[in-house]
């Protein structure tokens, strides 16, 4: 039987991805008691957050995003100096398609609205300042010269650190196995109970596991991502100068492609399709949920056509979670029933980027001030008519 810890913390976040971790981060800033529940071991690569990379980029076709990656940036910059770890490396960021596709054009429009330096080269000139990649007719890029790789193990490891010096706790290998709603809300695991003013979830993948006993259950897919290397033909030509790049080719591709110049492993590009097959988080690595490769043929089509100098066949393959909304915009908002809980979840395969102002405004919403961002579009009600959300 889990025994009981009486000290009231002001809040207990569940999950230890890269947005429960910036939750509890913000929260000792603030000087509030936090305990932070994780149900295995730290570091882990059963979740969302984990591995060497990540993009950053301002280019988005949708405004609240740009608007707020500008403060991401600061706080990715304060962690780094906070933490003296080295944790963005900036490569610029090329998105590659149509100029007459509505999301390439947002995207661009976007940047202009908001001042973000960046440039359109067309065919001729992308052949010429990228002769690694070969571009369909009449297709282009938009450059964003702050784009760039973001070090997100290390980044995990840089937040639990300053969490704890900043009189943080972090419990893993504690899985959160029952929460009562009310003031204080208790939270047991499978060692312990504890209390708190108030509860936020960022339990990435598992997050309905955790909603259904408090009776809501969102609209959320969750997604086994296939994760691959490429290797370079000549080592070296997509590594130190080769920029990040995100694929929108709707009339050929269904979903983006995108992709990180060599690093993790050396002379191995990561390029992934930002799509997936449904799967159980815990079955995810089950013979019976074997890996569907039709992304890897669709990947390896896109190699071989685009990316003449890297081997269409993929090196290396691990292995992610998505969560994705019908929407892909996240859910930042608190339970339609209980005020003091707050969920963060649906990052929807592009969250890691934003991650330091999700956590803030996780933060906020549970001590009731006034969150720094319009979260309309991240708000539950959107759900209210789909078959899947019972709120
Ligand atoms: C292959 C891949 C590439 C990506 N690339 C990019 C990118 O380039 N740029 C970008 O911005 N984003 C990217 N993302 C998305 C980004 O990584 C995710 O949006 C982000 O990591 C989600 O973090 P999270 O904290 O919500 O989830 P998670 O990392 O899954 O964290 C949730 C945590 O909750 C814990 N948990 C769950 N249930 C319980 C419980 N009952 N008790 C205790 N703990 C529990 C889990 O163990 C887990 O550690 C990528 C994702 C993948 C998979």
Excluded at 328 to 334: A, G
Aim: glycine content about 8%.
């Amino acid at each position: 039987m889990a025994t009981t810890h009486w000290e009231l913390y002001d809040a207990i976040v569940i999950g230890a991805g890269i947005q429960g971790c910036f939750t509890a981060y913000h929260f000792t800033k603030n000087k509030r008691k936090v305990l932070l529940l994780e149900q295995f071991f730290l570091p882990h690569s059963r979740g969302s957050s984990h591995g060497h990379s990540r993009i950053t980029r301002r280019a988005y076709p949708q405004d609240f995003y740009t608007k707020m990656m500008e403060e991401c940036y600061e706080i990715w910059a304060q962690l780094e100096n906070e933490s003296g770890t080295k944790l963005y490396r900036q490569t610029g960021l090329l998105i590659l398609g149509r100029k007459e596709e509505a999301e390439f054009r947002t995207t661009q429009d976007n940047l202009s609205k908001h001042g973000v330096e960046h440039k359109y080269f067309n065919w001729e000139e992308m052949k010429r300042r990228f002769p690694n990649i070969q571009l369909p007719p009449g297709h282009g890029g938009i450059w964003e010269s702050s784009g760039g790789v973001l070090c997100a193990d290390k980044a995990l490891k840089a937040l639990q650190d300053l969490i704890r010096q900043l009189g943080g706790v972090i419990h893993d290998g504690e899985k959160v196995t029952e929460i009562k709603p009310g003031f204080p809300v208790t939270v047991t695991t499978t060692t312990r109970t504890y209390q708190a003013k108030s509860l936020v979830i960022t339990a990435g993948p598992w997050t309905n596991q955790l909603l259904l006993p408090l009776g809501i259950q969102l609209p959320l897919q969750t997604l086994r991502i296939n994760v691959c290397y490429w290797k370079e033909k000549v080592p070296g030509s997509y590594g130190e100068n080769f920029p990040c790049f995100v694929v929108v080719f709707p009339d050929l591709i269904p979903h983006h492609i995108y992709g990180l110049p060599a690093g993790e492993y050396p002379g191995l590009v990561k390029i992934c399709y930002h799509y997936g097959n449904k799967a159980d988080p815990d079955e995810r690595d089950c013979p019976s949920a074997s890996p569907d490769v039709a992304d890897v043929r669709i990947l390896s089509g896109f190699v071989r056509d685009c990316l003449p100098g890297l081997q269409p066949q993929p090196a290396i393959m691990e292995c992610c979670m998505y969560t994705n909304t019908p929407d892909k915009n996240f859910i930042l908002d608190r339970h339609p029933k209980h005020a003091n809980i707050v969920i963060g979840a649906g990052f929807s395969g592009h969250g890691f980027k934003l991650s330091p102002v999700v956590g803030k405004v996780l933060y906020e919403l549970s001590v009731e001030s006034t969150p720094s961002y319009d979260l309309t579009p991240f708000r539950i009600r959107r759900f209210k008519h789909q078959d899947k959300a019972s709120l």
